[in-house]
């Protein structure tokens, strides 16, 4: 729905997984960038269970793709880069 929004400017997908795993939430999101077209950066933080996998998982995907996509450590450093990006 945000991604119908032509204002939008980038994305910020903050993850915090408990008991939600952050590789699976990688492997969600992956399907997701498949499925939909993607103009916009999108910055993506993990923290939490399995979040080095997840990292790793959307590090390897990002490779390989052609989209604007930025892993951060910190909701600062999110938040800083997503500024950044939508200027």
Known sequence: IILMD????AVFINIFGGITRC???????????????????I???LAGT???EGKDI???YIEGS???IHIVETMEEGAKKIVELSR
Not at 23 to 41: Q, R, T, Y
């Open 23 to 41: 590789d699976e939430v990688a492997k969600g999101l992956i399907n997701a960038f498949n499925d939909i077209n993607i103009s916009v950066p």
């Open 66 to 68: 052609n989209l604007d």
């Open 50 to 52: 399995n979040e080095e």
């Open 43 to 45: 910055v993506i933080r």
């Open 58 to 60: 959307l590090k390897d």
């Open 6 to 9: 032509e204002n939008v400017k």
